[in-house]
Nanobody, 123 residues
């Protein structure tokens, strides 16, 4: 297990940008795939993006492709989500998660979760 703390959420106008950060504890960060998920009111938590252990592989849900970028700095035990061209539909609590073995879009593949950070996009 790894402790994760998200930050960087806030209120932004449609079309604006925001960068989320997720700081991880311990030395196991580089051994884990890292994902970002989000949850809107009345909806289930959904996959947003994932990055492999080395950072060489990334994948995104279709609705954010071309607008969001996931990255990681293993030396600093931090994963980022750069969000551009934000839309009101992006409003949600964003969570980062650490995976045990492989990159995945499934919540079940992740064994450590942060507490989330609120992103609100106004129209």
């Amino acid at each position: 297990q790894v402790q994760l703390v998200e930050s960087g959420g806030g209120l932004v106008q449609a079309g604006g940008s925001l960068r989320l950060s997720c700081a991880a504890s311990g030395r196991s960060f580089s051994d884990r795939a890292m994902g970002w998920f989000r949850q809107s009111p009345g909806k289930e938590r959904e996959f947003v993006a994932v990055i492999s252990r080395s950072g060489a592989f990334t994948s995104y849900t279709d609705s954010v492709k071309g607008r969001f970028t996931i990255s990681r700095d293993n030396a600093q035990n931090t994963v980022f989500l750069h969000m551009n061209s934000l839309k009101p539909e992006d409003t949600a609590v964003y969570y980062c998660a650490a995976g045990a073995y492989t990159t995945s879009r499934s919540l079940a593949a992740y064994d450590s979760w942060g507490q989330g950070t609120q992103v609100t996009v106004s129209s």
